[in-house]
């Protein structure tokens, strides 16, 4: 029997299999100058470690994006009621 961790794993990898075959999504990372500096420093696996890293957050925001959609911009027109003239407002 897997474990949970372990399912979560392959479903993991079967959902960014079938992103990549939707559509070929491009990855573009920006990493820091100076902490890719530091991090070679340590050496080119602590470079490699934090890429991965990085690829990996990277990795989950967007599933986050495809599952829930764009964040909502707060509008600051209207009303803090939702536009309902006669509605109490409590601060």
Same mark, same amino acid.
């Given at each position: ?27 573009? +990372?920006? &990493?820091? $100058?100076? *902490?890719? /500096?530091?991090? #070679? ?14 690829? +990996?957050? &990277?990795? $989950?925001? *967007?599933? /986050?994006?495809? #599952? ?24």
């Amino acid at each position: 029997m897997k474990k949970p961790y372990q399912i979560e794993a392959q479903r993991a990898v079967k959902q960014l299999e079938a992103m990549a075959a939707d559509g070929n999504p491009a990855v573009q +990372m920006v &990493l820091p $100058m100076a *902490e890719m /500096v530091g991090w #070679l420093r340590k050496g080119v696996g602590e470079l490699i470690c934090q890429a991965g890293l990085q690829l +990996m957050d &990277l990795l $989950m925001q *967007e599933e /986050v994006r495809a #599952l829930a959609g764009e964040r909502s911009q707060r509008s600051r027109k209207g009303r803090p009621t939702g536009g309902a003239p006669n509605a109490a407002i409590a601060w």
